[in-house]
């Protein structure tokens, strides 16, 4: 498919980076993301584009990677046992979901043609504010998608390292499954550990946003400062999610363990075939 048969343009003019329509666009955008660490674009690609994703995914979902595992919020799975106890990073909760590697997508996938598409990378770089975005070179990272069946979650957590995490969903469960965020629990200058560790423990739950996903909905949220978290998933549809990591330099590639950790073994032996 062609990227302007899957972006629904009439409501996304983002072709013409001079119509002043993208631009009144991209300022709401940016301010709902200053304002509120994210911004949502309902109905962002076409129906037709939306229902060969969702089969593409479930296509390739035998083939995906089962990632179970017990972490804290920064992502490790072990504490620090010079901490406290209730330290947010010696609390761990169980998180699992069904990862399905940018390899294991056809290469005529539309989200490979949305994510490599010139007016996608450009506009996501107007609206967080970088000088310019990269693809990345990994072989699993560039886009991916999660899936999550019946008791599947994503405890609260901050991403890694990336400024911002930008997501489309392509199918809703039939419950549960929501998408929740906490904005700016901490900062680049203050781990705010007191109050990580309240959220964590279901104090501040006035905190709580809960950002409602239809399928075909674009999010993007600063997820490296605020918390957030998948609710568990309840019922026989999954939760379908596609992830689009840009870089902010090129020809980067993640760490083959970590790749391994979340992708499955195969991404730490690169001689592996799919």
């Known amino acids: 498919m062609l990227p302007e048969d899957i972006v629904n343009l009439e409501n996304y003019p983002i072709i013409d980076s001079n119509n002043p329509t993208r631009a009144r666009l991209i300022e709401t955008l940016k301010a709902d993301l200053t304002a509120h660490q994210y911004c949502s674009l309902p109905g962002f690609i076409r129906p037709a584009a939306l229902e060969r994703a969702v089969i593409e995914a479930k296509d390739a979902r035998p083939r995906a990677h089962d990632n179970?595992?017990?972490?804290?919020?920064?992502?490790?799975?072990?504490?620090?046992?010079?901490?406290?106890?209730?330290?947010?990073?010696?609390?761990?909760?169980?998180?699992?979901?069904?990862?399905?590697?940018?390899?294991?997508?056809?290469?005529?996938?539309?989200?490979?043609?949305?994510?490599?598409?010139?007016?996608?990378?450009?506009?996501?770089?107007?609206?967080?504010?970088?000088?310019?975005?990269?693809?990345?070179?990994?072989?699993?990272?560039?886009?991916?998608?999660?899936?999550?069946?019946?008791?599947?979650?994503?405890?609260?957590?901050?991403?890694?390292?990336?400024?911002?995490?930008?997501?489309?969903?392509?199918?809703?469960?039939?419950?549960?499954?929501?998408?929740?965020?906490?904005?700016?629990?901490?900062?680049?200058?203050?781990?705010?550990?007191?109050?990580?560790?309240?959220?964590?423990?279901?104090?501040?739950?006035?905190?709580?946003?809960?950002?409602?996903?239809?399928?075909?909905?674009?999010?993007?949220?600063?997820?490296?400062?605020?918390?957030?978290?998948?609710t568990p998933v309840k019922g026989s549809t999954m939760r379908i999610m596609a992830v689009f990591v840009y870089e902010a330099e090129p020809g980067v590639i993640g760490d083959p363990k970590v790749n391994a950790n979340i992708y499955g073994a195969r991404a730490d032996q690169p001689s592996l075939s799919a």
Not at 134 to 155: I, K, R, T, W
């Open 68 to 230: 179970n595992a017990r972490r804290n919020c920064y992502l490790h799975r072990q504490g620090d046992p010079d901490l406290a106890p209730d330290h947010p990073r010696n609390l761990l909760f169980d998180s699992s979901t069904r990862m399905i590697a940018y390899d294991l997508l056809p290469d005529g996938s539309p989200l490979k043609a949305l994510y490599h598409w010139d007016c996608t990378r450009l506009m996501v770089s107007d609206i967080v504010g970088a000088d310019e975005l990269f693809d990345s070179a990994d072989p699993y990272q560039p886009v991916n998608v999660l899936c999550a069946e019946h008791g599947d979650q994503s405890a609260w957590h901050f991403d890694s390292s990336n400024a911002f995490t930008m997501t489309l969903m392509l199918q809703a469960p039939e419950a549960g499954g929501e998408f929740e965020i906490v904005p700016a629990a901490r900062s680049d200058t203050d781990e705010n550990y007191d109050y990580v560790r309240k959220v964590l423990t279901g104090e501040h739950r006035d905190d709580t946003v809960t950002v409602t996903r239809e399928p075909g909905s674009l999010c993007i949220f600063c997820g490296c400062n605020s918390l957030h978290r998948v």
